[in-house]
Structure formats: C-alpha cells, structure tokens
C-alpha cells in the first residue's frame, strides 16, 4: 500500500508544484485584467495574476522534466491552474471573497482537472486515482496551513 501511495504522490507532484507555487510566484497584474463577469462580479479576482499562473505553469513542469515526464506533467500543471481558476471563477459568482474557502472546490478541483488534462498520455490507475481522492484533501489543507504560518497566505485554509 505504501508503494502505491508513493506512486500516486509521485504521478501528481507536478500538478501540487503548480497549484501551491503561485502563493509565493504571483503577484502584478491580475489574470482577468481587472474585468467583470456577467454578474458585475471579478472574473477570477486579484488573487489569480498572470505572473503567478506562467510561474505555476513554469513550476511544475520543471518539476516533471526533472522526473522526465516533461509532456505529463506540462499538462497536469495546466490541468491544476486551470482546475484552480475554475474554482476561483465559481467563487466568485458565489460571492465567496479572495481567500474565502468552498469546501470540496479548492481542495480537489485542481486535482481532477489536472488528471483529465494529462489522461490523453498518462493517467494513474485506479488504485491510484482514488488514493489521491483521498489524500489530496488533507495535504491542501497542510500546505495552506503552513503558507499561512509562514506569512504567505491570510488564511490558513
């Protein structure tokens, strides 16, 4: 079991360097440019900034060249961006300000977006599809505990 819970963590590396890496890379202008959806709210919000998407993107895929999956891993990095922005997207018609929390979107839809983005060319199995459904959770919340105590986030969600 062990083994294969390191498989997983393995597979899905790139996708964690990318969706944690723009706490600290972003910053500059936003990603939406400043502009309102149909709703007259932010697109995605301050929080997601072109600096800290090209950084993740960045990130990650080096992370999975150094892995030598340069194909797999550019994808579920852009899987994990894109999966985050969705989420912030739909925070934002739920009124949910920058840094507020939806259970559920911000700790898996990275996740799921970056393993449909990279399954053309590589996918886990189900073993490990469901060991990351599981684990995935709870090392979000990890990761977002510590940037908060180490001053990188406001909250420690």
């Known amino acids: ?3 294969e819970v390191g498989e997983a963590l393995w597979f899905i ?10 706490v600290i890379l972003g910053g500059g202008p936003p990603l939406d440019f400043g502009k309102f959806f149909l709703d007259r709210r932010r697109i ?3 929080g997601k900034t072109i600096r800290g998407f090209v950084g993740g993107l960045l990130v990650g895929t ?12 550019f994808l579920l990095s852009l899987g994990a961006l894109v999966g ?14 920058r840094g507020g929390s939806l259970p559920g979107v911000d700790q898996v839809f990275f996740l799921i977006f970056a393993l449909l983005f990279a399954s053309p060319v590589e996918r886990p199995g ?11 959770p ?7 505990f510590l940037a908060y105590k180490l001053g990188l986030k406001t909250r420690p969600y």
């Open 62 to 73: 080096l992370a999975a060249i150094l892995q030598g999956r340069a194909e797999a891993g």
């Open 126 to 136: 189900w073993a490990g599809l469901i060991i990351l459904l599981i684990i995935t």
């Open 138 to 144: 709870p090392i979000h919340l990890l990761a977002n």
């Open 1 to 3: 079991m062990l083994g």
């Open 44 to 46: 995605f919000g301050e």
């Open 13 to 22: 590396l790139p996708a964690y360097f990318a969706n944690s890496s723009p």
């Open 84 to 97: 985050d922005l969705i989420g912030s997207f739909i925070k934002r018609r739920l009124d949910i300000a």
